[in-house]
């Protein structure tokens, strides 16, 4: 007679089907939390109820609402609660519109990893943000979420440069709000324009005074291009000339009046907007070399005159005490532009103490010019007997009164 097995004896499949009978009324009683593979979420962004809900951890036992295998996938599931992801989806707007149908929920926003996971955080802190179609590139790339998203929960914001940065005050209004057609990302600074750096000189016009006025004041775009710039860089030399005769009249009236006269109002002819002049070199005029190079245009043309000004250096300096009358107007001579002293004259032919302790004033020897001197103005001669003396040494009458070639040193017997 052949023994029964006791695993298919009628006692084991009753205790068996008692067992699994009560893990499936724990299962059912728990909703599924002996499945539950670690403690999901508390928090939450908005404080709000979503279907009666403030957070994952208050419907933690009702595995039902976020998995119904095989009955309904996953991220339908999720949208029931999300509705506003939903609607982003269905609009084709938004974060979440963008990214591929086939994108699951839980690959950016992973659950049951403990109550203080912030699934949302997860998912910006791996954002690659080119799929918001903004691409982080340059300065953008330094900046935190807040300073473009600065509220909670993080909102869409625009990708209009003016919404986040303000418009330069030199040029409000002068421009269409494409900032990208000057500007990129890396730097605000400097703007490029045809894919080169923009220069204002470049127009053969520099900034270099017209920066601030008068008072102060930034000089915006349109105090000169009062028209704007519909056209943009290529137009950016195209200004109504009468706006720099009315703004230079306010200041110099009278100067301006007579410049008006004198030269037309065609301005940008001459003027480059600095210092210098077009087509102009001041080498044809007067050369500026030396310390006159430091010099200030108003130093030498005050009141803004340019006509007659003086070329000679007696014209701005006074000639000094020490040889006045004596020199002559030819500074040139001993002097340079370098620096006035020292004279070019560094080392006297003869001794200038010649036995003096302080030496001697220039006009004992040199009373009439520094080009002829005299050592009779305190030598007493006898004429006739210096005339034989130097005779009987061969030196004529016509040498006689060259003392310093025999006498370098101003000795007698020098």
Not at 137 to 162: F, I, Q
Not at 272 to 280: A, E, P
Not at 336 to 350: E, G, I, R
Request: proline share 7%; charged share 20%.
């Amino acid at each position: 007679m052949k023994r029964p097995t006791p695993f298919f004896s009628p006692v084991s499949i009753l205790f068996t089907l008692i067992v699994f009978s009560i893990l499936g009324l724990m299962v059912w009683r728990s909703g599924g939390a002996g499945f539950n593979p670690g403690a999901v979420t508390a928090k939450t962004r908005t404080g709000q109820a979503l279907q009666g809900f403030t957070s994952h951890a208050e419907f933690e036992n009702r595995c039902e609402y976020c998995h119904q295998p095989l009955a309904s996938p996953q991220n339908d599931l999720c949208v029931r609660c999300h509705t506003s992801i939903s609607t982003q989806i269905a609009s084709g707007s938004g974060l979440h519109a963008r990214l591929a149908p086939s994108s699951r929920c839980y690959t950016c926003h992973p659950e049951h990893r403990g109550r203080d996971f912030d699934p949302s955080q997860f998912a910006l802190d791996r954002l690659d943000h080119t799929t918001t179609g903004f691409p982080l590139v340059g300065k953008h790339a330094e900046a935190s979420c807040v300073d473009c998203h600065m509220d909670e929960p993080r909102p869409a914001v625009s990708r209009t440069c003016v919404d986040c940065h303000a418009e330069p005050e030199i040029h409000q209004g002068m421009f269409s709000q494409d900032c990208s057609g000057c500007h990129d990302p890396e730097s605000w600074k400097p703007a490029r324009i045809d894919g080169q750096v923009f220069d204002h000189a470049r127009l053969s016009f520099t900034l270099e005074r017209h920066v601030q006025d008068e008072q102060g004041q930034l000089i915006a775009c349109t105090a000169c291009h009062a028209a704007g710039l519909p056209g943009g860089a290529a137009q950016a030399a195209t200004v109504d000339q009468a706006v720099c005769a009315s703004c230079h009249r306010d200041l110099s009236p009278d100067f301006m009046g007579q410049h008006l006269a004198d030269y037309g109002n065609d301005c940008l002819q001459c003027h480059n907007g600095g210092t210098g002049m077009r087509g102009f070199s001041h080498e044809q005029v007067f050369p500026l070399d030396g310390a006159h190079t430091v010099l200030e245009c108003q130093a030498c043309h005050p009141g803004q005159r340019f006509n007659n000004t003086p070329t000679a250096c007696s014209g701005c300096h006074e000639e000094p005490a020490v040889h006045t009358g004596y020199f002559g107007s030819q500074c040139g001579d001993c002097h340079t532009t370098a620096a006035w002293k020292p004279a070019h004259l560094q080392a006297h032919s003869f001794p200038l103490d010649h036995g003096e302790v302080n030496g001697v004033d220039c006009r004992t020897c040199h009373p009439s010019s520094y080009t002829t001197y005299s050592c009779t103005t305190c030598h007493e001669h006898q004429p006739d007997e210096i005339s034989r003396k130097h005779t009987e040494e061969g030196i004529s009458a016509a040498e006689l009164p060259e003392c310093a070639r025999c006498h370098p040193t101003g000795k007698e017997k020098g």
